[in-house]
């Protein structure tokens, strides 16, 4: 008789799918492989928001994850799901052939091509929980160049708090700013924390904000103005220098003496 695995010690899966067709039969393929992969299902998703709002109740290790879904695409999913301090390893599912997801490859990544089949499934579930913890990072960084590649922009930038992913809209962004090992995401209502580089959100959405100073990004649509002051609350500049003046904020933010030439020319076009 063989020893049975504490429920505590299977990998947990999440299944994620705007089809429920797919879901169910991926659900039947996960029952027809317990034998060989015990396991516990800890639930389904039919879209992106639902899948994050389900693993900050019960975390997963892996998420199953269909690539093309309306609204948040599997893409955009992995990518919030980067934001976690303990991701789940992803498998991707898609119908399209194996060149469309290229880019995961180096990375490590499996997906399972539509209609799945169970060996398939089997090894590519066998070959993700190899993955060490500290390789799973590696998830956002392939959905981002992926995205890149296609010319995608997000929507939205993900932030994590008290566990729960959260979804912050880049049109409600007013500034970007750099303060120690995090960035401050301030919009009209209040503030987030991200650990995301100020220099890939600037490369990212350069055709929505301008640096202002080396530690600062602000949305352009979010610009009321600037004055020329003599100090701003928080700056030792003594001398005469510009600020910039925004919307929906009290905050006026310091433009540096190298950055005001470029943000003068750049608010022009």
């Known amino acids: 008789m063989s020893e049975q695995i504490p429920a505590a010690a299977l990998p947990c899966i999440l299944i994620v799918d705007d089809e429920a067709p797919a879901r169910a039969r991926m659900a039947d393929l996960l029952s027809d492989i317990a034998a060989d992969l015990p396991h516990r299902l800890v639930g389904e998703a039919a879209n992106g928001q639902s899948a994050l709002d389900r693993l900050a109740e019960t975390p997963a290790d892996i998420a199953l994850i269909d690539v093309q879904m309306p609204g948040m695409t599997g893409i955009d999913l992995a990518r919030h799901l980067g934001a976690l301090p303990e991701p789940p390893a992803i498998v991707f599912v898609t119908a399209f052939d194996e060149y469309a997801l290229k880019a995961f490859e180096v990375h490590a ?4 091509l539509k209609p799945v089949r169970a060996a398939r499934l089997l090894d590519a579930l066998k070959r993700v929980r190899t993955l060490a913890p500290v390789q799973r990072p590696a ?27 959260m979804l ?3 049109a409600e962004i007013v500034y970007l700013k750099a303060e120690l090992k995090y960035i401050t ?39 009321s103005g600037f004055e020329r002051v003599e100090s701003v609350e928080g700056d030792s500049v003594g001398e005469p220098h510009w600020v910039v ?20 020319e750049t608010m022009r076009t």
């Not at 925004?246 to 030439?261: F, G, K």
């Open 109 to 112: 990544l499996d997906y399972l």
């Open 139 to 165: 998830i956002a960084a392939a959905a981002r160049e992926s995205a890149v590649a296609q010319g995608r922009t997000r929507d939205t930038i993900a932030v994590v708090e008290r566990g729960r992913v």
């Open 168 to 170: 912050i809209p880049i």
């Open 185 to 223: 995401i301030r919009t009209a209502e209040r503030e987030y924390l991200t650990e995301e580089p100020l220099v890939d959100l600037e490369n990212e959405f350069a055709d929505r904000f301008v640096r202002v100073h080396r530690n600062a990004l602000v949305a352009r649509r979010a610009i």
């Open 245 to 264: 003046t925004l919307r929906d904020v009290s905050e006026r933010l310091p433009v540096s003496r190298r950055q005001w030439p470029i943000v003068k």
